[in-house]
């Protein structure tokens, strides 16, 4: 694979952007001059890092890179700090996420990369913060992606969680204060591309949103929010959502490696790839 550590000024967050980028293998047999000007615009997965995190964690600490060789994919890893991957306009001079995904970073890929900008050839996913961008930005724009896996993150009953105590025993977090000082409340925070809950159960034409893929381990701190999300789903009978746990296993690593190469497989089923072989 190649890989690209790319940095450039972002008009939205206000300051250097750093985003990893894997792109496919040429294969030996193929010229250089053949492959690097050829006109094939790839599959691509836009993956999200989780609290603490930045592009490179995915690289570090998970084998995506011979996940995304055998599917022949491109994938994008941006740093977004812990902004949960919506707009904080009152973050320095302004560190708005949620309008630099769509507005400045999808466009410059599909631009100056082979990467396809089809909708049934995008895919987004991430873990724990990256599993709620991932919910909050695929539900917002379904018409941009063909599928969303949100590993280790459900989508949020913010009702019966008014708040955010939804791990056992915790009251109101600072981040979950500063999240409702962000927005404006609790009213417009109900009303914004966080509360994916909402805005996923409250449409009537769910066929509109792409299948969505929850991951988890059953000893996850989100495992009760898991579980009422997964019971709301059975209890509507509703399709198009897939199910994963892991038996004995935390909010961990070892959980977002299989997440991301199971659901690599529903991006492009059977595809081995046709990068070389070690």
């Not at 967050?13 to 001059?33: F, G, S």
């Not at 084998?63 to 599917?71: D, M, N, P, T, V």
């Not at 941009?144 to 989508?155: E, M, N, Q």
């Not at 996923?200 to 009760?224: A, M």
């Amino acid at each position: 694979m190649a890989l690209v550590m790319f940095d450039f000024e972002s008009d939205y967050l206000n300051q250097n952007e750093q985003v990893t980028i894997i792109l496919p293998d040429k294969p030996r047999e193929v010229p250089a001059a053949e492959f690097y000007t050829g006109q094939k615009k790839y599959k691509v997965l836009w993956l999200l890092h989780g609290t603490y995190g930045d592009s490179t964690d995915w690289l570090r600490r998970t084998r995506i890179e011979l996940y995304a060789s055998e599917k022949d994919m491109i994938v994008v890893m941006p740093a977004a700090m812990n902004s949960d991957y919506v707009n904080w306009p009152s973050f320095g001079m302004g560190y708005n996420f949620y309008d630099f995904f769509f507005k400045e970073l999808m466009p410059l890929v599909q631009g100056w990369f082979p990467a396809s900008a089809k909708p049934e050839d995008n895919f987004i996913a991430g873990l724990s913060m990256g599993g709620e961008g991932a919910a909050a930005l695929g539900l917002t724009h379904p018409e941009l992606f063909a599928a969303i896996g949100c590993f280790s993150f459900p989508l949020i009953n913010y009702h019966t969680h008014p708040e955010g105590d939804y791990v056992e025993g915790q009251a109101m977090s600072e981040r979950f204060v500063n999240e409702l000082k962000n927005v404006g409340g609790m009213e417009a925070f109900l009303k914004s591309p966080y509360n994916t809950w909402d805005i996923y159960f409250n449409e009537k034409d769910k066929s509109k949103f792409p299948p969505l893929y929850f991951y988890i381990g059953t000893d996850d701190f989100l495992w009760k929010a898991y579980a009422e999300f997964k019971a709301e789903v059975e209890k509507q009978q509703l399709s198009g959502i897939t199910f994963q746990e892991y038996e004995g296993y935390h909010h961990e690593w070892r959980v977002w490696d299989m997440a991301v190469q199971d659901f690599l497989e529903h991006c492009d089923p059977g595809h081995t790839g046709a990068g070389n072989r070690y």
